[in-house]
C-alpha cells in the first residue's frame, strides 16, 4: 500500500505447488500458485477487486545483483491468460525504490481495459456497461518506481469486431475495431498522462464511422480529433454526449474536427465555467429520432443538415417533429445541443422556422422546470393551492413565462395552427425577437375565426414573475362574419369543455390550461383595430362596414370609436367603456346612435332583439362576475388612495352605474310601425340588463305630434317582450288615425265617418310578440282624452239608434269639445260614461265596444231635442264654439248590440234599468281591472299639461 500515490496491491495465495533451488547465487523457482487478487488500486479507484488468480511461475533471483526476472511465466485474470516477462532490481542508486522492467500482454475484458487507459473523466461514459468481447494488450513498467516515484507506464490494446452495451437499450456498438496507446508521460502522472486512438472504426449496417483522437492531461482532459463517415444514431448516441440525449434510430454522416478540454459530466456548473471544446465541420442527420432528459423534449423525424462551427451551428434543410409539433427550419443557433442537454444555461437562434402546430404548453415545459416549476412550487409551499387553480395567475403572466428566460430569439416563424384554449389561430407568420428582457413580436399575420389577424405585440421578460403583461397593438379585418357564431365563440365555453381543457393540462403536467385568445387580451394592455365588411345578424338585413376600436390600460377597457352601416341604410356610431377584472367584465357602459332616412321600428326591434346573447351562458356568470367584481372593487379602492381628488376615475363612475349599461339614440327623417307611419323620429334608451328604459320616443304623426315613455323588459323569451308605456298623442287629426287604424284591421270608424283633432294621454300594458305588435289580448290601457271639431258623418250606430228621425238630420253630427276616460281590456274598449253635446241632442254614450266590431252600446238621448231642435242653429253655435244650454238629466237610453262583426246592430228601446245595471257592472270592472294591471292613472312620466295636469291626476271615472 503506497498511501503517497494512493495505490494499493492486496493478494493471498492458497494453495503453491513450487520447486526450486539456489544455484550459482541465483534462485530459481518453477511451480503453480493459486489465490485471489483481492485489491488492486491506484487514485482514480479500485480497478479489481477479489479476483481469483492462478500463475505458472518461472522467475529467478540473483542475490548479489539485487535483480529479479520472470520468463515464460502466465497468470489467469478475469478469465484471461496474461504472459509475464521482464526484470526488476533494487535500486542501489537510490535510498528506496526499484527499477522495472516488465511486460504484460495477453486479452483482457473490453471495459475493464478501456476503464485503465480513458480519464477519470471518461469513467462515466461507462457506467453499467458490458461487453462479452476482449481486448489485446501489452502493458510496459519500466523506470524507477518508488515510495514517492512512479514508474513510466504505457499500455497498447486493440480490439476487433468487439461489442458493447449499456443498460439503456438504445446505448450499443456492435462492432468496433479500435487500437490505441495509453502513456502516462514523462511525469508518469496523469497531469502528463495521455491516450492516442490510432484507430477507431463502428461498423453500422449504413457504413463505417472512423475516428482518429487524442487526448493529454487526464486531470484536464485536452483532446483533438478528427471524426468521419456514417453510423446508425444510437452508436453516436454512446461517444458524443451519452446519458445526455437517448438516441432511438437515424442515420448519421459526419465530418468534424474537434480540439478543446472535454466537458466534465454531471457537473453543470464546472462544465460552464470551462472553456467550451471547438468543434467543426459538418453532421448529416436523417430520420433521427431522439429525446432530450434535461428539457423534456422528443425529437423524431429529423433530417438536417448542421455545419458546426465551435458554439455556431448553422442548420440547412431542417425538418422534423420537435415536442410533438412539425417544423421545417434554416437557423443559426449557438450553445443550442449544450443547451437542450442542460451543458449551458443559454442559447441564442436566428433563422425562418415553419411548424404545423404551435402549442404553448410545451414551448412553457422547454424550460425544464425553470420559471414554470417555480411559479408551481411556490404557489403550492406558499398558498397550498393545487396548480390547476393558477389558470387566471398564468393568464396574467403567460407573456413572461411563454418562452423560456434563456432562449435568445430573432426568427421568422410561419405556424399553420396556433391553439390557445378554445381558439384557433391559423396560418401565423410573425417577427419573435427575445433578447432575455423583452419579448417582441412583429409583423403578425394570421387567420382568426375566418378573418385577418395582423399587429405587434411584445413584454418585458418576467423573472421574479411579478405580473408584466403583454402590450398589444393588433388590428382585424373579416370579410364576412356570422354574429350568432362570434358571439357564441367570445362567451364563456361549457363547463365540460373548461373540466377538458384543466384535465388535458393536468396530465401534460403544465399546472393550467393554456388560456383563450379573449382572455390573453382582456389580461393585456394595448389597442385592437376591428373592420367587418359585413356582420350577419340573426334575422335581417346585416350590418356592414363595421369599424371600431378597443383599448385596453390596466382594469379599464374602451372602445372609443364603433362606425357602422346599418340595415335599412342607416349610419350607426357607437363608444363603450368596460370594468376588467382579471379576464371578466364586471362593469360596463356604452352610447350608440343610429340615423336613419327611412326606418321601419320593427326591423330594428328585431335586430336588437337578435343581438342578445346565448342564454346557454347565463349559468357561469353570476359567481364568477361577482367574484370579479369584488376583485375590481378592492383595486379600485385601492386605486383611490393613490389618486389626486381631480384625476378622473372612469373605473370607479362604471362600478357605481352597477352592472352594464347603455345609452341607445336613434333618429329618422321617415318612420314606420305597422300601419303608423310618421317623421322626425327620436328615441332615447337605455338598455341595463334585462331591461330598455324608453326615456323618450317622439316623432310626427296623423298631422300631429306623439309622446312616449316607458319600460321594455327584454329578460322574457324570444316570442314575448313585457311593455309599459305612457303615451301623449297631440293635434291628431282623426280622419288620418281611423284610416290607419282601419289598415290594421280594426273594427271602428273609417276615415270617412270621422272629422276633427285629438289630444290623448294614456297608460298602456301590453306585450310585443316576436314581430314586436302589440298581441291585442294582452293589452290593457288608461286612456284620457280630449277631442275637438269632432263631427261624425253616417255612423250606423247613431242613425241605428235614431232612426226614428229623417236620415238628413242624423247622417251629420258637429259636437261640442269633450273630455273623456276609457280603458283597454284586451281587445275590448270599456266606456263608463262618454257625455256628448252635438248639434243633434246631448248623448251619453256608455258600454263595451269590440276591436274586431262585437259590441254591446248604450245611448242615452233626449227624443224632444231630436224631433224639435232647431238643427242649423246648433251646428254655428258648436262652431263659434257658443256654449250649449245645460244638457236635459232625463235622457233616453237605447241599446246597440252586435254578437258578430259585420252584422247589423240590434236595438232595443226604453232601456234605463239595464243601462244603469250594465254601467253599475262596468264600473266594477274598470276598477279590477285598475287594481290588476297596475295602471298608472297619474300618467307621471308624461309633460306637464291641461291634460296630463299639474302633478299628475289620478283617474276620476268612480
Not at 268 to 293: E, H, Y
Not at 831 to 858: F, K, Q, W
Not at 896 to 911: E, G, H, I, M, S
Request: proline residues 5%; contains cysteine.
Amino acid at each position: 500500500r503506497n498511501e503517497y500515490a494512493h495505490s494499493a496491491l492486496v493478494g493471498r495465495i492458497q494453495r503453491a505447488r513450487l520447486s526450486g533451488g539456489i544455484r550459482q547465487g541465483s534462485l530459481q523457482l518453477h511451480g503453480i500458485l493459486d489465490g485471489y487478487l483481492e485489491k488492486l488500486a491506484n487514485r482514480t479507484g479500485t480497478l479489481l477487486a477479489h479476483e481469483p488468480v492462478r500463475a505458472w511461475l518461472n522467475y529467478r533471483y540473483a542475490f548479489q545483483a539485487r535483480r529479479g526476472e520472470f520468463w515464460r511465466t502466465r497468470a489467469t485474470l478475469n478469465g484471461d491468460t496474461i504472459s509475464i516477462a521482464g526484470t526488476h532490481a533494487v535500486a542501489t542508486d537510490q535510498a528506496t525504490g526499484t527499477h522495472l522492467n516488465l511486460q504484460f500482454s495477453g486479452n483482457q475484458p473490453l471495459v475493464d481495459v478501456l476503464h485503465a487507459a480513458l480519464p477519470p473523466r471518461l469513467r462515466p461514459y461507462l457506467a453499467g456497461a458490458s461487453s462479452p468481447s476482449h481486448a489485446r494488450i501489452v502493458y510496459t513498467i519500466s523506470g524507477l518506481s518508488g515510495p514517492m516515484v512512479r514508474p513510466h507506464v504505457v499500455l497498447t490494446f486493440g480490439l476487433h469486431n468487439a461489442s458493447i452495451a449499456w443498460p439503456d437499450s438504445a446505448r450499443r456498438i456492435n462492432r468496433w475495431d479500435l487500437q490505441g496507446t495509453y502513456d502516462n508521460g514523462p511525469g508518469h502522472n496523469l497531469h502528463t498522462a495521455s491516450v492516442k486512438l490510432d484507430q477507431c472504426r463502428i461498423y453500422s449496417p449504413v457504413g463505417q464511422l472512423d475516428a482518429q483522437v487524442s487526448m493529454r492531461d487526464f486531470r484536464r482532459p485536452y483532446v483533438q480529433g478528427h471524426v468521419r463517415g456514417r453510423t446508425e444514431l444510437p452508436e453516436l448516441a454512446t461517444i458524443i454526449s451519452p446519458g445526455l440525449w437517448r438516441a432511438r434510430r437515424g442515420l448519421a454522416d459526419l465530418d468534424i474536427w474537434m480540439h478543446g478540454y472535454l466537458p466534465p459530466m454531471g457537473n453543470k456548473l464546472l462544465a460552464r465555467s470551462q472553456k467550451s471544446l471547438s468543434v467543426r465541420g459538418t453532421i448529416d442527420l436523417r430520420g433521427a429520432a431522439f429525446s432530450l432528459p434535461a428539457r423534456h423534449v422528443d425529437i423524431s423525424a429529423l433530417n438536417v443538415h448542421i455545419g458546426l462551427r465551435d458554439s455556431l451551428w448553422r442548420l440547412t434543410n431542417a425538418s422534423g417533429v420537435f415536442a410533438g409539433m412539425k417544423f421545417k427550419a434554416a437557423a443559426t443557433s449557438t450553445y443550442l445541443l449544450t443547451y437542450l442537454t442542460g451543458q449551458h444555461p443559454n442559447t441564442e437562434i436566428t433563422g425562418q422556422f415553419s411548424v404545423d402546430e404551435l402549442r404553448l404548453d410545451r414551448l412553457r415545459a422547454l424550460g425544464g422546470g425553470t420559471a414554470t416549476h417555480a411559479l408551481t412550487t411556490t404557489n403550492r409551499r406558499q398558498h397550498g393551492r393545487r396548480p390547476r387553480r393558477n389558470a387566471r395567475q398564468l393568464t396574467m403572466t403567460l407573456g413572461s413565462h411563454l418562452l423560456p428566460d434563456e432562449v435568445r430569439l430573432n426568427v421568422g416563424l410561419r405556424c399553420g395552427r396556433l391553439v390557445l384554449g378554445p381558439d384557433t389561430l391559423r396560418d401565423l407568420a410573425v417577427n419573435v425577437r427575445h433578447d432575455n428582457q423583452e419579448v417582441h413580436l412583429s409583423n403578425i399575420k394570421a387567420r382568426f375565426l375566418g378573418g385577418q389577424l395582423f399587429g405587434q405585440a411584445n413584454w418585458p421578460t418576467d423573472t421574479t414573475n411579478d405580473v408584466a403583461p403583454v402590450n398589444f397593438q393588433l388590428g382585424m379585418h373579416f370579410a364576412t362574419m356570422n354574429y350568432r357564431r362570434l358571439i357564441t365563440r367570445l362567451s364563456r365555453p361549457p363547463g365540460a369543455g373548461v373540466a377538458a381543457r384543466r384535465a388535458a393540462a393536468r396530465k401534460a403536467g403544465t399546472g393550467a390550461p393554456t388560456p383563450a385568445f379573449r382572455e390573453l387580451l382582456l389580461a393585456a394592455d394595448g389597442s385592437l383595430t376591428w373592420d367587418i365588411d359585413q356582420l350577419v345578424l340573426p334575422v335581417g338585413e346585416p350590418l356592414r362596414q363595421l369599424h371600431l376600436r378597443f383599448e385596453k390600460e390596466d382594469s379599464l377597457l374602451r372602445m372609443p370609436y364603433l362606425r357602422f352601416v346599418a340595415p335599412q341604410g342607416g349610419v350607426g356610431r357607437a363608444s363603450a367603456a368596460a370594468v376588467v377584472s382579471g379576464i371578466h367584465l364586471t362593469a360596463a357602459t356604452a352610447n350608440v346612435d343610429l340615423r336613419y332616412a327611412n326606418l321601419d321600428v320593427q326591423q330594428l326591434l328585431r335586430m336588437l332583439a337578435s343581438l342578445k346573447p346565448p342564454r346557454d351562458t347565463s349559468p357561469y356568470r353570476p359567481r364568477a362576475v361577482i367574484l370579479a367584481a369584488r376583485r375590481a372593487k378592492r383595486l379600485a379602492r385601492l386605486h383611490a388612495r393613490h389618486r389626486s381628488p381631480r384625476a378622473p376615475s372612469p373605473a370607479g363612475v362604471l362600478l357605481a352605474s352597477g352592472g352594464l349599461t347603455a345609452v341607445l339614440r336613434v333618429q329618422a327623417d321617415h318612420v314606420r310601425y305597422n300601419s303608423i307611419e310618421g317623421g322626425k323620429f327620436q328615441l332615447l334608451s337605455h338598455l341595463s340588463a334585462g331591461e330598455a328604459r324608453v326615456d323618450e320616443c317622439s316623432l310626427d304623426a296623423f298631422d300631429g305630434h306623439i309622446t312616449l315613455h316607458g319600460l321594455l323588459r327584454t329578460n322574457g323569451s324570444r316570442q314575448q317582450h313585457p311593455l309599459q308605456v305612457q303615451a301623449l298623442l297631440e293635434d291628431i287629426k282623426l280622419p288620418d288615425f281611423f284610416a290607419t287604424a282601419n289598415t290594421m284591421r280594426f273594427h271602428v270608424l273609417t276615415q270617412d265617418n270621422i272629422k276633427g283633432t285629438l289630444r290623448c294621454a294614456a297608460a298602456l300594458h301590453t306585450e310585443l310578440d316576436s314581430t314586436f305588435l302589440p298581441v291585442r289580448a294582452q293589452t290593457f290601457g288608461y286612456v284620457r282624452a280630449d277631442l275637438r271639431d269632432l263631427e261624425l258623418l253616417h255612423v250606423e250606430a247613431l242613425e241605428q239608434s235614431l232612426k226614428f228621425v229623417k236620415k238628413e238630420r242624423t247622417s251629420h253630427l258637429f259636437f261640442e269639445p269633450v273630455s273623456t276616460e276609457f280603458l283597454l281590456d284586451g281587445g275590448q274598449v270599456l266606456i263608463p260614461s262618454l257625455r256628448l253635446n252635438s248639434n243633434l241632442t246631448e248623448l251619453e254614450v256608455s258600454g263595451r265596444y269590440g276591436l274586431d266590431g262585437r259590441a254591446n252600446l248604450y245611448v242615452g238621448m233626449n227624443p224632444l231635442n231630436v224631433l224639435f231642435g232647431n238643427n242649423k242653429r246648433r251646428v254655428e253655435r258648436i262652431q263659434s264654439g257658443e256654449p250649449m244650454r245645460p244638457r236635459s238629466p232625463r235622457l233616453t237610453y237605447v241599446n246597440l248590440r252586435r254578437d258578430a262583426p259585420a252584422t247589423k246592430y240590434q236595438v232595443k228601446l226604453f232601456q234605463k234599468k239595464e243601462q244603469q245595471q250594465q254601467q253599475a257592472a262596468l264600473r266594477q270592472q274598470c276598477r279590477q281591472l285598475l287594481r290588476t294591471q297596475r295602471l298608472d292613472t297619474t300618467l307621471y312620466l308624461l309633460p306637464r299639461n291641461q291634460l296630463t295636469g299639474p302633478d299628475g291626476k289620478s283617474a276620476t271615472m268612480p
